[in-house]
């Protein structure tokens, strides 16, 4: 079982649509959670860390089920600017600046 | 601001030749210093971290080699790059505080291939 698996995608949304995905990890000791965007060729930028309360930010609501062990993001009313790929990103548990990156959800909203 | 350049941007080397990638980051002191490399379709994978100058941690055992000489400065090297080596090489910084709970500022990365 790979340590952060995600579901590659792409998931074809119409604009103005809601869309979710999920995250599940493998370590039930993780800590911190993030989702961070990749657009295409550029760099991760942080979208929102996820709290075990949940947190939401505008049209961004990210969700911690750590029963389950998985992270979700939902995307309200989509924009065409919104199309990127979602990186679910946990904490490590060799080292204490490890980062586990999942390989991303692609995500492409059309006009 | 907090700004983090990485340089070259785009990088074409033939297979046995050296290499070397450089980061900088302005506007902060004693960050955490970090090199990733993404392969096509792949999430990251941190070859290298450093808290501080002359301090490398390697997660990844491989020909590649990192060195931190100033504070805000990380460099990526090889002697003899392999096919293998190609990727997408990112550099990050977050501060010097609660480690893996601190955000991961990137740099514009460097795309290299190896031929």
């Known amino acids: 079982r790979k340590e952060v698996e995600q579901d590659p995608g792409p998931f074809n949304v119409p604009e103005g649509a809601t869309v979710a995905f999920n995250c599940t990890y493998s370590n039930s000791a993780s800590q911190s959670f993030f989702w961070y965007r990749q657009d295409c060729r550029k760099e991760p930028k942080l979208l929102m860390s996820v709290y075990s309360s949940g947190n939401e930010d505008g049209r961004f609501t990210a969700q911690l089920n750590r029963a389950s062990q998985y992270i979700s993001l939902l995307i309200r009313d989509s924009k065409l600017s919104d199309s990127a790929t979602y990186l679910c990103?946990?904490?490590?548990?060799?080292?204490?600046?490890?980062?586990?990156w999942g390989a991303g959800t692609k995500l492409i909203i059309k006009p | 601001s907090q700004t983090i350049h990485q340089w070259p941007a785009t990088l074409v080397q033939p297979v046995g030749s050296p290499l070397s990638l450089e980061c900088t980051v302005e506007g902060t002191s004693n960050p955490n210093l970090y090199w990733y490399r993404q392969a096509a379709g792949r999430g990251l994978q941190l070859l290298f971290y450093?808290?501080?100058?002359?301090?490398i941690s390697s997660e990844v055992p491989q020909n590649l080699s990192a060195s931190r000489p100033q504070d805000r400065q990380f460099i990526l090297s090889s002697k003899k790059l392999l096919l293998s080596d190609s990727g997408f090489y990112l550099c990050?910084?977050?501060?010097?505080?609660?480690?893996?709970?601190?955000?991961?500022?990137f740099g514009p990365g460097t795309r290299l291939l190896v031929l």
């Open positions: 990050a910084w977050t501060g010097s505080g609660r480690r893996y709970q601190e955000t991961q500022y």
């Open positions: 450093s808290v501080g100058i002359g301090q």
């Open positions: 990103v946990v904490n490590g548990w060799v080292s204490n600046y490890q980062l586990i």
